[in-house]
């Protein structure tokens, strides 16, 4: 933890010196969700995955089914394009928040 | 002489089940640093004061092969008690017993002396030490769990309900204590998680130790679940006794009063609060300033620190502090701090213990986080309980007090009682820097020189609004105090509020943004 006369916080244009939180400094910065992105919203088994590099999908296509919570997972293509990359396998056990494909949009 | 055999008889069979799971199992929860449910309520309770209601009862289960099996006590203690002379209901679940896990007359012992606890209006202790649910007894063991959460929910606002964690405590059975109003943990003893280590390795193939999802570090300094840390049991059990001091044993009896006493002489008001409000200093010294014997016991001390809560005495009576903490994150309300103060304020409230507020703010914590994590709903949650409280009320303004900040910290406006104000205090919309950047933007951008125009500007708008007088012009101030004369004012302000009654609208309940 930083000393109470290290740290600094701006609040409306003012500079105030205090100790930062633990939640604080490990904040991690926002940026735009990317569509072409497809990312897990939960964590589970990767049971199968329905399309190939190269293909072209369209926008509401299942692209993988993801096992969670004992619940098979549709995951749908929130866009039409072409698949770039898919970087998980079948059988993989994969955290939230874990890429799973990539779609260069059309 | 027939009788006496009974006797025997009677001492034989209690000797058997006062031996709990029997002196293996009693050896491996030592080896453990643990000590046993017995030795946990004599620690805790007044010397030779408990009365064991129900050591006789056994489960009637019999699938599995349980109906061989007889588990002493059914792996609970419940009984009443005295601390500190004053009555207590306590249940201690016996690890040592099937693990302590939960079946239907396990559930039942522990409701039974929640519903004695409710009907006699005195406080329940709850030691929870527990593997879980006992899957041989299936459906019977949930619904145990959900008596005992509606029991706590409408004991919730009338008995003080305190859950001590001093051991496993896993699944459903986490949700006992969350509903109580404090939870007591222990470093490397309590854990407290939903789902466990094991779980989350299947599933997720993540290994995480107990410790580290859900010991009580994390409960304390995380996950805000915890209110009081204790370093081993010795001191969990006087860190209870010493809160059962501050608050009343039922919402109709108010806190013990004791002798009136003089703060030590080592904290100086006049001389903890810097001048410049960007500087920090540490607020629980101005508290420690004005009350009692400087006797502050601090509630959640390791949880949100830029919010600081607990109980101390004035002129010998209980009130609730609630400060913001210049030291820090500047003392800005967040999603957090907004949640500890809100619920803190609720149990005053509901125990009739005066609420103090002492305000220094800078306001509310920008940033992406913060709006995603729902710092709106959580913010108004401090608006809802400041206003709907109707116990006294009494707020002083030390320094800064900005924006949306000065209006939920116990502002008039939410009808604090007395408001006293510093000379240091500082009452307006923002700070002078941000409130000038705006007011004064077209003068600055088309000055030839910006920065010193800005300068200017600033300290204009310094001298004209950071005071604590305007505010006073209006009456949203009663008095602007030296800070020598908090201690006379809140004592004044605490005898005069006694017989405060406000009547509020006839409803069922509101609705706050939980």
Request: with cysteine.
């Amino acid at each position: 933890m930083e000393d109470k006369d290290t740290g600094r916080l701006n609040i409306d244009s003012t500079i105030y010196t205090t100790r930062l939180s633990r939640k604080f400094l490990g904040r991690k910065p926002w940026s735009p969700a990317d569509p072409g992105s497809v990312v897990s919203y939960i964590p589970g088994t990767v049971l199968d995955i329905l399309v190939k590099e190269g293909q072209a999908v369209k926008k509401g296509e299942d692209l993988i089914i993801l096992e969670a919570m004992k619940m098979q997972n549709f995951i749908k293509s929130v866009i039409a394009g072409k698949i770039k990359k898919i970087t998980v396998e079948k059988g993989d056990r994969i955290g939230k928040g874990t890429l799973l494909l990539e779609i260069d949009p059309d | 002489m027939a009788l006496n055999r009974k006797i025997e008889e009677l001492r034989e069979k209690k000797k058997q089940i006062l031996l709990g799971g029997g002196e293996k199992a009693i050896e491996k929860q030592k080896a453990m640093g643990k000590r046993t449910a017995r030795e946990r309520i004599s620690a805790l309770v007044d010397k030779d004061s408990f009365m064991e209601f129900d050591l006789f009862i056994e489960h009637d289960a019999r699938d599995f092969d349980m109906d061989k099996k007889s588990l002493a006590g059914d792996g609970v203690i419940v009984g009443s008690g005295t601390i500190n002379g004053s009555p207590v209901a306590v249940y201690a679940q016996d690890f040592t017993v099937a693990g302590g896990s939960l079946g239907m007359m396990h559930s039942r012992k522990i409701t039974k002396i929640m519903d004695y606890a409710l009907k006699m209006r005195m406080p329940l202790i709850g030691i929870n030490d527990s593997g879980g649910a006992r899957i041989q007894e299936g459906v019977n063991s949930l619904a145990g769990y959900g008596e005992i959460f509606f029991r706590n929910t409408i004991s919730s606002g009338v008995i003080p309900q305190i859950s001590v964690i001093l051991g496993p405590c896993a699944g459903g059975a986490v949700y006992s204590p969350a509903l109580t109003d404090f939870v007591f943990v222990v470093d490397n003893i309590s854990k407290m998680f939903i789902t466990g280590p094991e779980v989350i390795k299947t599933v997720l193939g993540e290994e995480i130790s107990m410790e580290d999802l859900g010991g009580a570090r994390v409960h304390s300094e995380l996950t805000g679940n915890a209110h009081f840390f204790a370093s081993d049991e010795e001191e969990c059990f006087a860190q209870i006794k010493k809160l059962l001091t501050f608050i009343p044993r039922n919402n109709r009896n108010g806190a013990i009063a004791v002798e009136a006493r003089e703060p030590d002489g080592k904290f100086d008001p006049e001389k903890i609060v810097p001048d410049d409000p960007t500087l920090p200093y540490d607020v629980r010294d101005v508290i420690r300033a004005v009350v009692d014997k400087s006797d502050f016991f601090e509630i959640m001390e390791m949880y949100a620190r830029n919010m600081v809560i607990g109980f101390a005495r004035l002129g010998g009576v209980t009130a609730g502090f609630v400060a913001n903490q210049p030291q820090e994150m500047a003392g800005v309300l967040d999603v957090d701090s907004s949640d500890k103060a809100a619920r803190f304020i609720r149990f005053c409230d509901a125990f009739n213990i005066p609420i103090v507020t002492f305000m220094d703010l800078p306001g509310y914590l920008p940033g992406v986080d913060q709006e995603h994590a729902g710092v709106i709903r959580h913010g108004a949650k401090v608006l809802y309980s400041y206003c709907e409280a109707t116990v006294p009320k009494i707020t002083v303004i030390l320094r800064k007090a900005y924006g949306g900040g000065y209006i939920a910290m116990g502002s008039r406006h939410l009808r604090a009682d007395f408001v006293f104000a510093w000379p240091s205090a500082e009452i307006a919309v923002m700070g002078p820097e941000g409130a000038a950047n705006i007011i004064f933007r077209k003068e600055i951008m088309s000055s030839d020189d910006p920065e010193e125009t800005r300068g200017k500007k600033v300290e204009e708008y310094r001298k004209k609004f950071a005071n604590p007088y305007v505010a006073a012009s209006r009456g949203y101030i009663d008095a602007v105090i030296e800070p020598g004369e908090t201690r006379a004012c809140l004592l004044h302000a605490i005898k005069a509020t006694a017989g405060k009654t406000v009547k509020m609208i006839d409803k069922k309940h509101g609705n706050p943004p939980f």
